[in-house]
């Protein structure tokens, strides 16, 4: 990543919307993904740091990804 990293408290701010996501929805993304899309993220000692890019990147992919429908 080139981009200038912030920690993910710090990128929930990047997020649109009137309500931002919580600090563990946010970890979640970059962790385990959402929609079969992850958030792009580095781990420094022990840190979590993401970037306004990849958040964008990320927003944009799952707005764009195929919706399972319940059954």
């Given amino acids: ?3 200038p990293l912030k920690t993910l408290d710090k ?3 990047d997020f649109r919307g009137p ?3 919580c600090l563990k929805t946010v970890r979640n ?4 993904g959402f929609r079969g899309v992850r958030l ?4 420094l000692q022990n840190t979590r740091y993401t970037s306004a890019a990849a958040v964008a990147r990320f ?4 707005s764009a990804a ?4 319940a059954k």
């Fill in 1 to 3: 990543m080139s981009e």
């Fill in 11 to 13: 990128s929930r701010q």
């Fill in 19 to 21: 309500r931002k996501p």
């Fill in 29 to 32: 993304y970059a962790i385990h």
């Fill in 40 to 43: 792009e993220s580095v781990l």
């Fill in 59 to 62: 927003v944009e992919a799952t």
């Fill in 66 to 69: 195929p919706r399972e429908v």
